[in-house]
């Protein structure tokens, strides 16, 4: 059985440090813990690597970052799954949240987008919400911030260590997800750092 997991991100070195990123930075630190390296995908407008996880032999898994921007990530990830025949419900998005602390990560499936542009296009693409999804807690904008403008703003060198731990973390809920499913994973990882 094949698994894909889309980090939700926007491309451009302008945003790669921006919090709406946090969902490619999950992608990458995957790829990388699996020894392999993303290329673009020659039927769909995105950037993958085809590897195993858990140790060998392990599971399959695409790992995949869109290169259309956030609100357009549905096409990219309904094409990949087409392509690679996925179903959803071996679907894992990764993205940003708002709604939890920094440095926090929630493991869900289904629910709404909460106003998420990226997982908004996905449930719009596939007609369902019925995938799981790795929730990157980034907090909340200070004081009168616009949402959408704190999103696309790098961490402040403060709070950047908290995010990169956080994605690190997430490499693991990915491997749990796959291996032992979504309970299991919860059990471990629905809870803040300590």
Known sequence: MTWLLAGLGNPGSEYANTRHNVGFWLAEAVVRDCGGSLSRHKRAQALVCETRIGGLPGERIVVTEPLSFMNASGGPVKALL?????????????????????????????????????????????????????????????GRQDP???????????????????????????????????????????????
């Open 148 to 194: 959408a403008d704190f999103v696309l703003k790098p961490f402040t060198s403060d709070q950047r260590p908290e995010a990169q731990t956080m994605v690190e973390r997430s490499v693991g809920a990915v491997e749990m997800l796959v291996l032992q499913g979504l309970a299991a994973t919860q059990n471990v990882y629905n809870s803040d750092p300590q």
């Open 82 to 142: 087409d392509f690679y025949s996925v179903p959803v419900s071996n679907l894992i998005v990764a993205h940003d949240e708002l709604d939890i602390p920094l440095g926090s990560i929630r493991v869900k499936s289904g629910g709404g987008d909460n106003g998420h542009n990226g997982l908004r296009s996905i449930r719009s693409a596939l007609g369902t919400g019925d995938f799981l999804r790795i929730r990157l807690g980034i907090g909340r904008p200070p």
